[in-house]
């Protein structure tokens, strides 16, 4: 059974850093496509940041420059960390990893229906 639990989560003030770790159970992180999506109240969950099995990076415009998303292979986690945070930034943030992936992956990154599997979410606030 796939177990995806991330953590990190918390609050800060603008400018300020956080980095997120999404740990998997049943579930080998290097060998696939996973992603970060946010979610803020009233809004749709949106994809922040996918990475495929090379650990080939894409990236949402908003976080261009500012998060970097990366694979620890040793604990077989899936890493997120947020520079220069912002108060649009402020959201519920989501691990998805996908059972498989092709080259449509690239395409649609950011669609939801490209993940299998998702964890319960980590609270990120930015005060302004």
């Known amino acids: 059974q796939v177990q995806l639990v991330e953590s990190g989560g918390g609050s800060v003030q603008a400018g300020g850093s956080l980095r997120l770790s999404c740990a998997a159970r049943?579930?080998?992180?290097?060998?696939?496509?996973m992603a970060w999506f946010r979610q803020a109240p009233g809004k749709e969950r949106e994809g922040v940041v996918g990475?495929?099995?090379?650990?080939?990076?894409l990236y949402a415009d908003s976080v261009k420059g500012r998060f970097t998303i990366s694979k620890h292979r040793p604990d077989n986690t899936l890493d997120l960390q947020m520079n220069n945070l912002r108060p649009e930034d402020t959201a519920m943030y989501f691990c998805?990893?996908?059972?498989?992936?092709?080259?449509?992956?690239?395409?649609?990154?950011?669609?939801?229906?490209?993940?299998?599997?998702w964890g319960q979410g980590t609270q990120v606030t930015v005060s302004s």
């Open positions: 049943g579930y080998t992180v290097s060998r696939s496509c």
């Open positions: 998805a990893a996908a059972r498989w992936c092709g080259h449509t992956w690239y395409s649609y990154w950011a669609e939801r229906d490209e993940y299998d599997y």
């Open positions: 990475i495929d099995t090379i650990d080939t990076p």
